[in-house]
């Protein structure tokens, strides 16, 4: 049977991307990891790698087409001891796949086959206000008009907004060299901020006079996590647990694995909270579950995206299937991740998506907090700082390290037994640090 | 508050003005307009209107000496008084309605001339002696025919006439000298034209309506040649009064004609108002007699707006009246937005008619935009043959690159009227795509304007 090769989805909002490069030719052997092509995404250019070993018998996409959909087939790999001939019948099935707007349309949505097939959550496009030239622009530069606040009438989006995004987005967006937020687009211009509609005049409105205040101008990342922490908080009935656990065996262990293991691996206290959350959403796959209008999507893998602070804000960089690694390479990855995330060098496949995240302000003296929940995740981990407590064991008073961990689970998909089912098994794991290493 | 004390005080009744009180008041401002003579300023009473009143004559008269192309007859003959009233009854007529728009609208008209002072929030402004003040004040004093008195170029009260006294000609003069060949030159050109005067029209510039694409201005000039209307270009004209006449010196690099005239028409540009209002000792900024304003109006003195013809070009009505709506907006606390120069459609109502919006084709270029292109002729189109007007162009041009319409040139029948398809077209971000789909109805001149969309795509189909 033919592989299809698909366009991939480099982030979650991207519909089509542009098939820069091919970095193979028909006929070329590739194995799993290969670079096959390049792809354009609004954000960045990215590289795709093979996942299966064998033939590209056939590239279906000329290079440098854009506006190559998600999930298009665009080049065919025979595996080993497959005939060429195996090719004859084939047609391109995405043709008959129904894409999200026949989704929306057609009753009988064949969501569950696409979702099932990638395990991936297929949002509801909605209707966008734009103008025709706007979309024109949008479609050429490769812009997703989702990103883009409209300034005309009723939030129409037009050509002035997607200049600008232009504008902001060469010096913000692009992962590889996210920079300073651009403050000189607007240095022109004599009004406070180009926002027209609501902007900083609600500040004036609301008593606070014009000059007694410097207004930065919203960078990319800034202008997401705003829309997406929003979009929680209006969407996500969400609720916290919180409990505490005895950390002094895994810091003991911790010392013991770091005295033990070469000097390249330094374990750190997170590295093993990740992989607890992992081994505990294994225990509680119901868990390990994102909310979707049309059902409850159940993840396969454990993916656990950990907050790390950046400069100009707050990126989630993701351990894939954290559930089936070591600690060691859990660490060895969170270091990469964390630091390419400060140079900004993370690739949106390296941030984006995600089942699962972790954030810890322990180490700022903080004892608990609540997150908000960052979708498709339903459930987020608060993680408090782990110091000395006086506590009750059998009858009398004792020392301990604790740490106060909250639990922010998204009620539509998990409700407090199960998040409470899910925390004990973390609190084992935590306490009983051994049980980890198995 | 007092009868001296107002929210905002507009002077000037033009398009500019009169349009800012009412949208001023409609915002809940307590509004008062200054105007020193008719209201509705000089595009009411001495511009546009008494001159299209004017051309509408001319048109009349000339349709009736073509009336056996159309298998009639007619014996024409004119009145110039006759005509000349007509086109002062519609001024007057108009500046009556602006006096019941004003007091609809509880605006309160002060008459006599304004002068500023310096105030706490604004300016403050002495009329007749007695101060206004206001938290507002937009100066939309206009703006009037320049003049180059050196060289002889100003009127004399009875051979050289600015537009002003054009419009109320006391004779329909045998030999005509027009000086400028801008829109208000070439109207001026053609009707007297039209009613049988020899009509000489002088430029400086290598072509007449300079502004305007180039092709047009080509074209325009075939069709006043044809009309018997002499164009001379690359020309300086200077001018001296003699009996019964004005001997002008029209010039140019090689050579120097002296010629004599019945009548010169001045039409070599407008000056802004903005003397003897106090400005200089406010400090407020003025440029060659125009005030310097941003995108608001705003000038660099608190409380003190401009718009219209005082403040920078292009210098049109509507223009002005955007500017006012833009500006007071602005001081209401909305979020208008800023007018975008190249939207602003101008037209030009000599015969045949020029209209046009965004950039020629030469600025396209020059601006660095990859363009295309499209062209329909009048001659291509059912109703302008029917109408019996075959002679023109409708002329598109389109960013290549992103499908915007950037530009649109016409000339010929009607075309004042149909320019703003194409701005609407603009405003609203339509690409040739949803131009080419539109449904223009049949048989009319609109067509062409399809077709020229058509055309930039090789897609034409009529011609």
């Known amino acids: 049977m033919p592989i299809e090769i698909l366009m991939p989805a480099l982030s979650p909002t991207m519909e089509e991307g542009t098939l820069s490069k091919w970095l193979i030719k028909e006929g070329d052997q590739v194995s799993a990891g290969d670079l096959l092509a390049e792809i354009e995404t609004d954000k960045a250019t990215m590289e795709i790698e093979a ?87 949008s479609k050429k530069l490769n812009i997703d008009l989702n990103q883009i606040s409209g300034s005309g009438p009723n939030g129409r989006i037009i050509k002035i907004d997607i200049e600008n995004y232009v504008k902001d987005s060469k010096s913000n967006i692009v992962p590889t060299q996210l ?47 705003s829309k997406r922490l929003l979009d929680s908080s209006q969407n996500v009935p969400s609720f916290p647990l919180t409990i505490d656990c005895e950390i002094d065996e895994l810091l003991e262990l911790r010392k013991e694995l770091n005295q033990q293991a070469g000097e390249f691996v330094k374990i750190s206290v997170n590295d093993m909270l990740i992989r607890a959350s992992a081994l505990s959403l294994k225990h509680c796959p119901e868990a390990n579950a994102s909310y979707t209008p049309d059902g409850i999507a159940i993840h396969k893998h454990a993916d656990i995206a950990v907050a790390v602070s950046i400069e100009s804000g707050l990126i989630t960089p993701i351990i894939r299937q954290a559930d089936n690694k070591g600690l060691s390479q859990i660490s060895t990855e969170m270091k990469d991740l964390a630091t390419r995330a400060r140079e900004r060098k993370l690739k949106p496949t390296e941030y984006q998506g995600g089942t699962f995240s972790i954030s810890n302000l322990g180490m700022m003296g903080i004892k608990e907090f609540g997150s908000i929940i960052n ?56 306490e009983k640090p051994i049980t980890m290493m198995l | ?139 939309a004093t206009g703006a009037r025919a320049r003049t180059i008195p050196q060289a002889g170029l100003k009127p004399d009260g009875k051979y050289i006439w600015s537009a002003k006294e ?20 070439m109207e001026f050109a053609s009707f007297y034209n039209a009613f049988g005067s020899k009509v000489t029209v002088v430029e400086m510039e290598d072509r007449i309506l300079p502004a305007e694409d180039e092709e047009i201005s080509a074209l325009a000039k075939k069709a006043f040649s044809k009309r018997g209307i002499e164009i001379i270009t690359n020309s300086k004209a200077t001018l001296k009064v003699v009996e019964n006449g004005v001997e002008a010196v029209l010039e140019n690099i090689s050579e120097s004609k002296t010629k004599t005239y019945e009548r010169v028409v001045l039409a070599i540009g407008i000056v802004g108002n903005t003397e003897n209002m106090g400005l200089e000792k406010l400090g407020v900024k003025v440029n060659k007699n125009h005030i310097s304003v941003n995108e608001y109006s705003q000038t660099n003195v608190k409380g003190l707006y401009a718009i219209g013809d005082v403040t920078t070009p292009p210098w049109l009505a509507h223009k002005a009246s955007h500017e006012g709506i833009i500006c007071i907006e602005k001081i209401a606390g909305r979020n208008p937005e800023p007018l975008n120069p190249i939207s602003i459609p101008g037209c030009t109502y000599c015969h045949p008619q020029i209209a ?39 002329k598109t041009i389109f960013n290549e690159e992103t499908g915007e319409l950037i530009g649109a040139h016409m000339i010929g029948a009607e075309v004042t009227e149909l320019i703003q398809g194409y701005t609407i077209a603009q405003k609203l971000e339509t690409t040739e795509h949803e131009l080419m789909e539109t449904v223009f109805p049949h048989p009319t001149l609109s067509e062409m304007m399809h077709e020229a969309v058509l055309d930039a795509y090789n897609r034409t189909i009529h011609f």
């Open chain 1, 375 to 430: 979708e498709p995740h339903g459930m987020i981990l608060s993680v408090g700082e782990g110091n000395q407590r006086p506590i009750v064991r059998e009858g009398a008073l004792d020392i301990a390290t604790i740490m106060t961990v909250t639990l922010t689970c998204d009620h539509r998909v998990i409700d407090g037994a199960l998040g409470a089912k899910w925390l004990q098994h973390f609190k084992r794991y935590i």
């Open chain 1, 179 to 225: 920079d300073q937020p651009d403050f000189t687009s607007n240095s022109d211009s004599k009004e406070i901020g180009a926002l027209r509609y609501g902007g900083a005049e609600q500040l004036t409105k609301l008593g606070i006079e014009t000059g007694s205040y410097d207004l930065i101008p919203l960078n990319n990342i800034q202008k997401v996590i």
């Open chain 1, 51 to 137: 996942v299966e070993e064998g033939t590209i018998v056939k590239l279906l996409v000329p290079e440098g087409n854009s506006n190559v959909k998600v999930n298009k087939p665009i080049a065919i790999l025979l595996e080993e001891g497959e005939d060429i001939s195996s090719l004859n019948d084939y047609t391109d099935t995405t043709d008959q796949t129904p894409n999200n707007n026949s989704i929306e349309k057609s009753g009988e949505a064949t969501i569950g086959d696409l979702g099932a097939q990638k395990g991936k959550i297929i949002e509801q496009p909605e209707k966008i206000k734009s103008s025709p030239l706007a979309r024109r622009l």
């Open chain 2, 356 to 394: 046009s919006v965004g950039y020629t084709e030469k600025q396209a270029i020059k601006a660095g935009f990859k363009i295309k292109v499209g062209k329909f002729p009048f001659v291509g189109n059912g109703k302008a043959i029917a109408l019996g007007e075959p002679e023109g162009l409708i």
């Open chain 2, 166 to 185: 054009a419009m109320i000609p006391d004779t329909m003069p045998n030999k005509l000298l027009v000086i400028g060949s801008g829109a208000i030159g």
């Open chain 2, 1 to 139: 508050m007092s009868d001296a004390n107002f929210d905002v005080i507009i002077i000037g009744s033009g398009p500019g003005g009169y349009v800012t009180a009412i949208r001023s008041s409609q915002l809940g401002f307590k509004t008062a307009i200054v105007e020193k003579d008719s209201l509705g300023g000089v595009c009411l009473n001495w511009g546009c209107i008494p001159t299209k009143a004017l051309l509408r004559s001319a048109e009349v008269y000339s349709n009736m000496k073509h009336a056996e192309e159309y298998g009639l007859s007619a014996s024409p003959q004119f009145n110039l008084k006759s005509i000349v009233q007509r086109s002062r009854n519609i001024a007057n007529q108009l500046s009556g309605g602006i006096k019941h728009l004003m007091s609809k609208n509880n605006i309160t008209i002060i008459d006599g001339f304004a002068s500023l002072q310096p105030g706490k929030v604004a300016p403050e402004v002495r009329v007749e002696g007695k101060i206004y003040q206001a938290k507002h004040v937009i100066l």
